[in-house]
Structures are given as structure tokens and as C-alpha cells.
């Protein structure tokens, strides 16, 4: 299997640089180049035809809005896969980018095996297919994932759930699959967290934990009304936190109720 040809844009050094580092030493990335702005990033990418590019969007001369906007992916045999990593929160940010073309966003600081996860998912389901014409329910199906994807994201950074640690990963995976086969609900500890654990080559039990650690962040900052918002009603109070499987199964059937 080839490398995943990355190109890293940052306007900071010292994220380039970690960022760089961390990939240079993961056995399945390449990192190409990085760039310092949004023009520097346009030029090398239509030169180097990265398989993914990490975009910042605050940067000066061109920012990442303006990268999205401006690179010519007809220059590309493949689309490139990109995912907004910055300090800019909220919905509007979130959005804007989505709409932009970014396939995933993340809220600085980066974990580096997170992100190298999130690339792998993107970028390697599509390559096998990529010669082949899709028909109209593989499109329908990727269009869906992606709006699944999106929505998931959307309401992560709402209620508080940073996405740089392992349980907005897991929870994401959790929701995904709960939405396939509600029935792994019921059978969280036995069929849902050891699914997951395949999926992320890490062990149950940590899963569980990193969900749980997830879900308590967003109680611990205090989000209590975003994520009542999530539902559309109030049904939890600062000192009523729920359990890994009810938060998953309310987020899931919210999902499906919405028809993703």
C-alpha cells in the first residue's frame, strides 16, 4: 500500500514543524512540504499533488477560506482529502469550512495518531474505487457518511468535546456503528466497545474509558445547555451526567430520526 503524500500548512513553525516530525516517523505518511501561508500552500500543492493537506485558516496573505476557494483540483488526478485543523470554534467556523470543501475539521492543538487516523479513513476507502464510476447509491452513500460526519462534528464542538482526544474518535465510531445495528447498544460492554476497539486496534476497556473521559469534559466545561439544545429538550442538569451507552444511543437515534 502506497504512503499517504501529506502537505502540512501552518503560518506557526513550531506546528509545522512537530506536525512534520510526527508524521515523518509514522511508517505510512509522506510528508511532502509545508507551507507557511495560504499562497505558499497553493503553490505547492498544485506542484506536488499531495494525497492530503492539513490546513490551518488563519494565516496571513491568503487564509485557508482562500486556499479552499482558489486551488485548482482539476490540476489532480484525485481529489485531495483536507482537514481544517484550527483554534477557531463554533458552528459558523465549522460550517463555513464544510461548505468550503474541507472534508473534517479539528481543534487545534493536533494529536498527530488522531489525525493520522482521521487521513486514514478518509483518504484510503476512496482509492480502491477511485478508477471505477460510482453508482447512484454508492454516491448516496458517501454523500450520507459525509453529512453523518459533519453533523457528528458540528455537535462535538457544541457541547465541548475537543476533537485532538481518543474518545471523540471512539464516540464518533460508536454513534456510526450504533446507527448500522441499534442492537449493539444493548450489548455495549460484549459487541459495541470491543467493534470499536477492531476498528482502532486498541483494547474495550479503553475505549470505554476514553468515551467516558469525553463525555465528562463536556460536563466539566460546563456545556450543559448546548447539549440539551443537541436534543431539543432539557433533559440533563449539571449533576446528571449520562452513561456512555445512553449517550450514544441518544445520538444515535437523533441521527436516525434526522435520516442520515
Not at 477492531?198 to 470505554?208: A, C, L
Amino acid at each position: 500500500m502506497q504512503n499517504i503524500k501529506l502537505l502540512i500548512v501552518d503560518d506557526e513553525q513550531d506546528v509545522r514543524q512537530k506536525l512534520a516530525d510526527s508524521f515523518s516517523a509514522i511508517d505510512d505518511f509522506e510528508v511532502v512540504a509545508c507551507a507557511k501561508d495560504g499562497l505558499d500552500a497553493i503553490a505547492k500543492a498544485e506542484t506536488l499533488l499531495p494525497d492530503a493537506i492539513v490546513l490551518d485558516l488563519v494565516m496571513p496573505y491568503l487564509d485557508g477560506f482562500g486556499v479552499l476557494a482558489n486551488l485548482d483540483f482539476t490540476k489532480f488526478k484525485k481529489r485531495p482529502t483536507i482537514v481544517v485543523a484550527s483554534n477557531l470554534r463554533g458552528e459558523l467556523f465549522l460550517n463555513k469550512a464544510f461548505s468550503a470543501g474541507a472534508d473534517y475539521y479539528m481543534l487545534k492543538p493536533v494529536d498527530a495518531p488522531a489525525l493520522a487516523q482521521v487521513l486514514r479513513e478518509l483518504c484510503r476507502p476512496n482509492t480502491v474505487k477511485a478508477a471505477m464510476p460510482e453508482t447512484a447509491a454508492e454516491l448516496t452513500s458517501r454523500r450520507n457518511k459525509r453529512t453523518l460526519d459533519e453533523k457528528l462534528a458540528n455537535i462535538f464542538i457544541s457541547v465541548g468535546i475537543p476533537a485532538h482526544i481518543k474518545g471523540y474518535q471512539f464516540l464518533r465510531e460508536s454513534i456510526k456503528l450504533a446507527i448500522r445495528d441499534p442492537e449493539l447498544v444493548n450489548g455495549i460492554t460484549k459487541k459495541l466497545y470491543p467493534s470499536v476497539a477492531e476498528v482502532f486496534h486498541t483494547s474495550p476497556s479503553k475505549v470505554e474509558r476514553a468515551i467516558r473521559h469525553a463525555i465528562e469534559v463536556a460536563w466539566n466545561r460546563g456545556k450543559i445547555e448546548n447539549i440539551n439544545n443537541v436534543f431539543g429538550i432539557k433533559i440533563y442538569s449539571a449533576n446528571d451526567k449520562p452513561t456512555n451507552g445512553e449517550f450514544i444511543a441518544l445520538l444515535a437515534d437523533k441521527m436516525m430520526m434526522e435520516c442520515v
